[in-house]
């Protein structure tokens, strides 16, 4: 497979993005791009304690090739903690899930790196953070962009661009908890995010997750779809869904904060389906807590008069501090320029590298 550095092309791109510095100034964790391991344990939210890779060396990706010495799934293997950076732009593809283990950071700043075939795998792994990588064109029975289970935790998927995978773009089931999405950019695509596996998983009760500054951007229906977990939604921007916007089924619980829902053709932004749990005698759905969210172009709610968002956590149980803005146009017009892969440079790293 070809192999080669775009570093002209993305200097170009660099000096010519200076606009879009002043908007993500506004936007939470600006800082982290000031040096290499800011990242670290900075998401906001459910998977805030994530630190990946922080106490590891540096891991240069230096071929495009799926596996073999350089390679991102050699790096992702190793047992050690590593902080995975990239030394090539292009495309990966992928004939096999590529698996994440612990403690690793994949930082995509720098390059511009495309996962392509199937995706990653992030199972029975703790402290993972997946930064500025596009995922595009995934194929096979079950293939998701990123696949969290089983019993994963302390995760933060960061400006990720993911669009066109045969099932989701991001699954998160099997007892896997304590996870972010943040500032990433769903595009071309049916089944965007489940969250919590079927109605038979009652172990997925444990599971806690935050969406936050995210662009779903004309994608079908998932934005999410929630069985049995507590999900924090707040300053995403969700547009011209094929269905409906947010799913509320089993016993799940919905807090949506500051968001803003625009129809298209389908009017209703919140949906609930009613299953039965497998440790209980009658069928159930799910509550939802709107609070903040602006509907515009005709958008109907959809929420449930007798429910009320009864039942439904606050966020402040269980963390402290979130960076909020309310849901306006000068939000809109952020999400849908700063989200997804961002061309930014790789920050310097204050220890030294190491191959």
Request: hydrophobic fraction near 30%; include cysteine; glycine fraction near 10%.
């Amino acid at each position: 497979m070809e192999q080669r550095s775009d570093q002209n092309q993305m200097d170009q791109v660099l000096s010519s993005s200076t606009s879009g510095t002043h908007m993500e100034e506004s936007l939470p964790y600006a800082h982290v791009d000031s040096s290499l391991r800011a990242l670290a344990a900075q998401a906001q939210g459910f998977g805030r304690f994530a630190i990946g890779g922080l106490h590891g060396s540096v891991y240069h990706v230096t071929t495009l090739a799926e596996d073999g010495p350089g390679s991102l799934r050699e790096g992702c293997r190793k047992k050690e903690p590593l902080w995975i950076v990239f030394d090539v732009s292009g495309t990966i593809c992928l004939s096999s899930y590529l698996n994440v283990s612990s403690y690793k950071t994949v930082d995509g700043r720098g390059q511009r790196i495309k996962l392509t075939g199937k995706g990653l795998r992030l199972k029975e792994c703790e402290h993972v953070i997946i930064c500025n990588l596009e995922f595009e064109g995934g194929r096979g029975p079950d293939v998701d962009g990123i696949q969290i289970k089983p019993k994963s935790q302390h995760i933060w998927i960061d400006r990720c661009s993911l669009r066109d995978y045969d099932d989701g773009l991001i699954d998160i089931t099997r007892e896997s908890t304590d996870i972010t999405i943040s500032r990433c950019h769903f595009a071309k695509h049916d089944k965007t995010m489940l969250i919590g596996a079927d109605p038979s998983h009652v172990g997925d009760r444990c599971i806690q997750v935050t969406i936050h500054h995210c662009f779903f951007d004309g994608t079908r229906q998932r934005h999410p779809r929630v069985r049995y977990g507590k999900v924090h939604l707040y300053n995403n921007y969700t547009r011209n869904w094929g269905i409906y916007a947010v799913c509320a089924s089993v016993e799940s619980q919905i807090y949506s904060q500051c968001n803003i829902y625009e129809a298209g053709q389908k009017k209703i932004a919140f949906k609930f389906y009613t299953e039965k749990a497998a440790d209980k005698e009658g069928a159930a759905t799910g509550c939802i807590r709107s609070e903040g969210d602006l509907f515009v172009c005709g958008t109907q709610h959809g929420l449930m008069a007798e429910s009320g968002g009864h039942g439904v956590f606050h966020p402040s149980e269980y963390y402290p501090t979130w960076t909020v803005a309310p849901a306006a146009d000068a939000l809109k017009h952020l999400l849908k320029h700063c989200t997804g892969w961002q061309c930014v440079p790789r920050p310097a790293d204050q220890k030294c590298d190491a191959k």
